[in-house]
């Protein structure tokens, strides 16, 4: 009888470990949480949001822009702002109205509008705006909204118990760059550093096509572990998207 109680509760736990497990190698499954005509928001992950803007062009058209939302413990860091204050207005009252998060800064990822367009609202709500060195200076030489701290090669900074980075690995897409790393989930946000598969070149007037690559390279040494990647433009996906860009600019 003994040795049958003891079979049983090994089983039992031998089921209980294999539930936890599976439940830690689940997918998480994207969905979309918000959407109005220019704005969506979709959870990516259990603490990561992307938001879709978009930005009229002449060469383009109308162009959807990616940004990510980070959180942790009820604050929230974000790279990118959506591509104008209307739509960062929408962003910011989806945050703090729906989620209840504090939002703890912007990080805008390079000068160019589907980064720092919607600027001037995250500061009318007060929250803090960080930005490399060289994105502060195109911004306040193009007479953009100007982001409020700057750094120079790399950025880390609490949201709830977790950290994340913002980083400077050399010029791509334009001169100030730079990629948003959430370790606790594997995200990268690269911005427009990195193109969704089967992209073109896309805007080059600001970039340094021969050092592109070898930038992404060095983005890709630094985070083998990522999961999930997330482009300027389109579509999110792995670390393929790395791989992708670099043979794009290798041509």
Same mark, same amino acid.
């Given at each position: 009888?003994?040795?049958?109680?003891?079979?049983?509760?090994?089983?039992?736990?031998? /089921? $209980? =470990?294999?539930?936890?497990?599976?439940?830690?190698?689940?997918?998480?499954?994207?969905?979309?949480?918000?959407?109005?005509?220019?704005?969506?928001? &979709?959870?990516?992950?259990?603490? =990561?949001?992307?938001?879709?803007?978009?930005?009229?062009?002449?060469?383009?058209?109308?162009?959807? /822009?990616?940004?990510?939302?980070?959180?942790?413990?009820?604050? =929230?860091?974000?790279?990118?702002?959506? &591509?104008?204050?209307?739509?960062?207005?929408?962003?910011?009252?989806?945050?703090?109205?729906?989620?209840?998060?504090?939002?703890?800064?912007?990080?805008?990822?390079?000068?160019?509008?589907?980064?720092? $367009?919607?600027?001037?609202?995250?500061?009318?709500?007060?929250?803090?705006?960080?930005?490399?060195?060289?994105?502060? =200076?195109?911004? #306040?030489?193009?007479?953009?909204?100007?982001?409020?701290?700057?750094?120079?090669?790399?950025?880390?900074?609490?949201?709830?118990?977790?950290?994340?980075?913002?980083?400077?690995?050399?010029?791509?897409?334009?001169?100030?760059?730079?990629?948003? *790393?959430?370790?606790?989930?594997?995200?990268?946000?690269?911005? /427009?550093?990195?193109?969704?598969?089967?992209? &073109?070149?896309?805007?080059?007037?600001?970039?340094?096509?021969?050092?592109?690559?070898?930038?992404?390279?060095?983005?890709?040494?630094? *985070?083998?572990?990522?999961?999930?990647?997330?482009? $300027?433009?389109?579509? #999110?996906?792995?670390?393929?998207?790395?791989? *992708?860009?670099?043979?794009?600019? #290798?041509?």
């Amino acid at each position: 009888m003994k040795n049958l109680i003891k079979t049983f509760l090994v089983m039992l736990l031998l /089921c $209980g =470990a294999l539930v936890v497990n599976a439940q830690k190698n689940e997918i998480f499954k994207p969905k979309v949480v918000y959407q109005s005509d220019d704005l969506i928001i &979709t959870q990516v992950s259990k603490s =990561a949001y992307e938001h879709v803007s978009y930005l009229q062009t002449q060469e383009f058209g109308k162009v959807p /822009c990616n940004g990510l939302v980070v959180s942790d413990g009820k604050e =929230a860091i974000i790279f990118d702002t959506p &591509t104008n204050n209307k739509s960062s207005e929408e962003l910011i009252k989806w945050i703090t109205n729906k989620l209840h998060f504090r939002i703890k800064a912007i990080i805008p990822t390079h000068f160019h509008d589907d980064c720092l $367009g919607g600027l001037k609202a995250f500061h009318d709500h007060h929250i803090p705006s960080y930005a490399n060195f060289k994105t502060i =200076a195109f911004a #306040r030489e193009k007479g953009f909204v100007v982001p409020q701290n700057g750094f120079k090669d790399a950025l880390k900074l609490k949201v709830g118990k977790q950290t994340i980075t913002a980083k400077f690995f050399g010029e791509g897409h334009t001169k100030d760059n730079v990629v948003g *790393y959430f370790p606790s989930e594997n995200i990268l946000f690269g911005g /427009c550093l990195i193109k969704e598969l089967d992209a &073109t070149k896309g805007y080059l007037g600001d970039a340094n096509v021969e050092a592109w690559a070898n930038t992404v390279e060095k983005v890709k040494k630094e *985070y083998p572990n990522v999961k999930l990647v997330i482009p $300027g433009h389109g579509e #999110r996906g792995n670390s393929k998207l790395l791989d *992708y860009t670099i043979s794009l600019f #290798r041509k």
